[in-house]
């Protein structure tokens, strides 16, 4: 497990920096679920549903298209498997939080919305800090 946040990859075009990362709790969690559910996927709306809660989901289940944008990709593999994991953002939220830098936290409880996590008792939770580069 590592120690420190895992930064996810960066895949907006014209980028060199991450924009995204797993805390290792996230990790943790997020290994757990991948055991239960499969291949998983995050989706940040800022609509219903916890708000600002990025929603976890089965991969695919939660269909993204041209309003939704991709903000990073992980591998939250525990060493045996690649397990990648995209986390994506809609278009209206990303102009808001395009000065940002997001991490992805557990916290426990439980959301209001239909993220997988939900029955554990726990919750991901978006934390986010100013960037310090132009974008």
């Known amino acids: 497990m590592p120690a ?4 996810a990859a960066v895949t907006r075009p014209g980028e060199d920096f991450s924009r995204v990362a797993l805390t290792p709790e996230a990790v943790e969690l997020l290994r757990k679920l991948w055991l239960q559910h499969g291949p998983l996927m995050f989706h940040q709306s800022g609509g219903c ?3 600002s809660s990025p929603m976890c989901y ?3 289940e939660f269909l993204t298209g041209d309003s ?3 903000l990073g990709l992980f591998d ?3 060493g045996l498997q690649p397990q990648p994991l995209e986390f994506w953002m809609s278009k209206e939220q990303f102009n808001y939080w395009s ?3 997001l991490t992805v936290d557990v916290v426990p409880g439980r959301g209001s919305g239909f993220s997988v996590e939900a029955p554990e008792g726990k919750r991901f939770l978006i934390r986010s800090t100013l960037m310090n580069w132009p974008v």
């Open 4 to 7: 420190t946040k895992l930064d």
């Open 49 to 51: 549903c916890d708000g």
């Open 58 to 60: 089965p991969a695919g």
């Open 68 to 70: 939704d944008v991709l």
């Open 76 to 78: 939250v593999s525990d």
């Open 99 to 101: 000065h940002t830098h």
